[in-house]
């Protein structure tokens, strides 16, 4: 398989097994590259993250980094990384991707912490009319991981031209 290197998914420390499992199927899909910021909330053996993957390992081009740090260091001059947090200043609608793009999402519980999103080119959100009140009461704090996940990876896919 040919991995289409005009985007890239990046999951800063996952915790779930089963998220990660099901954004490396969107990532086999899409036939988009996936990186994971250690550290990991399970082992990369771990039979939930297997399952939630199917027999689609052969299909993912996955790579791991130790820290934050490291994966910044690994990157191309020029990079955009684009953060996406339920709080960010750009609607996904709005962004215009690029070849090259690292979408980077945060862990599930506290997503990206401040220090990692000032590392960012920019911070996206996917706008939702359900969403809760600023307190988080009144609607849907927040998607899952791996349907945010799934609905950015399209979007930019399709700018792009991998679809």
């Not at 939630?52 to 490291?70: E, K, M, R, S, V």
Request: hydrophobic fraction near 40%.
């Amino acid at each position: 398989m040919k991995f289409n290197k005009g985007i890239v998914i990046v999951l800063f420390e996952p915790r779930i097994p089963q998220n990660t499992g099901n954004i490396a199927r969107t990532c086999a899909a899409f036939e988009l590259p996936l990186i994971l910021i250690e550290p990991l909330g399970f082992k990369l053996d771990d039979k939930h993250l297997k399952r939630a993957g199917l027999d689609y390992w052969p299909y993912i081009d996955i790579t791991t980094f130790n820290h934050f740090d490291q994966f910044k260091s690994s990157l191309e001059k020029n990079t955009r990384i684009l953060g996406f947090s339920k709080s960010g200043d750009n609607l996904l609608g709005d962004v215009e991707f690029k070849p090259g793009d690292h979408l980077l999402f945060g862990r599930e519980d506290t997503g990206l912490p401040k220090e990692i999103r000032e590392d960012c080119h920019s911070i996206v959100t996917i706008p939702m009319p359900g969403a809760a009140n600023k307190d988080g009461t009144g609607g849907v704090r927040s998607l899952n991981l791996s349907s945010a996940v799934a609905l950015a990876s399209y979007q930019a896919a399709s700018q792009v031209g991998i679809l």
